[in-house]
């Protein structure tokens, strides 16, 4: 696809497994950048557009952001919601519909048994919520990273199946993470055809001849190094 870029006047070409960093050095306009994204990205109207060849495209359809490494909560509300949204639709299919019932009955006359045996009158609805059911048991992601790198490919992986994400917008991680790491963030996501938009306040070191280079200096002056 092709975002506009409201901080300068070009549009960024992403295809299908593209790598682009753009630097962005004037540090108001880093953070113009940032805020704008990620109202976007939550849902809000704002300046970017992005369209595949000449369709716009709802950019938090497309696009996540991940703006702090040291908070990648992956059990999120939105995450396990929709793990909930698919077990639930899994509850009904051929193979569980029939433990689901039994589980539903047997649950429904223990709440009566207790009920009946309470000093006052109580009454119940007797609409199971599985969601609910869920939430009881703690249901949520099992995860184990040995380094932060890990965690981030494992973000990355989740969040672009169940959510359908394309592009994964990154903020400043070459400050924070080695080459090596770089070079296994690259590699796994060409290997799943996701794309890479580094953004960066500071031009970063060359990590591969793929990468595309953006610069809005501080004059803010853009220069296309691709």
């Known amino acids: 696809g092709n975002l506009e870029n409201p901080c300068g006047r070009s549009t960024i070409n992403m295809n299908s497994i593209d790598i682009i960093k753009l630097i962005v050095e004037n540090k108001e306009k880093f953070v113009e950048f940032i805020q704008e994204i990620i109202k976007q990205i939550e849902g809000e109207y704002g300046k970017f557009s992005l369209f595949e060849e000449n369709t716009e495209l709802k950019i938090n359809d497309k696009i996540d952001i991940i ?3 040291f908070d990648l909560n992956l059990n999120n509300k939105k995450v396990l919601n929709k793990v909930y949204h698919e077990l ?7 193979e569980f519909l029939l433990e689901t019932k039994n589980m539903e009955n047997s649950l429904l006359k223990y709440i009566y048994y207790l009920i009946e045996n ?4 109580l009454e119940i609805i007797e609409e199971i919520d599985l969601k609910e059911i869920f939430k009881l ?3 949520k992601l099992s995860l184990c ?3 932060k790198i ?3 490919l494992e973000y990355i992986d989740l969040v672009s199946k169940i959510f359908k994400k394309e592009i994964f917008i990154l903020i400043n991680f070459h400050i924070f993470l ?6 296994a963030l690259y590699r796994e996501c060409f290997y799943k055809k996701i794309n890479l938009l580094f953004v960066e306040n500071q031009k970063p070191g060359i990590i591969c001849s793929e990468e595309k280079l953006f610069i809005i200096d501080n004059d803010l002056c853009e220069i296309n190094l691709s």
Not at 118 to 121: F, I, K, N, V
Not at 178 to 183: A, F, H, N, S, T
């Open 137 to 139: 048991f703690s249901v």
């Open 178 to 183: 080695e080459k090596k790491d770089i070079v």
């Open 88 to 94: 639930e639709k899994l509850s009904v299919d051929a």
């Open 118 to 121: 309470y000093d006052y009158p």
């Open 145 to 147: 990273f040995s380094n």
């Open 150 to 152: 890990e965690e981030i």
């Open 67 to 69: 703006k702090d490494i």
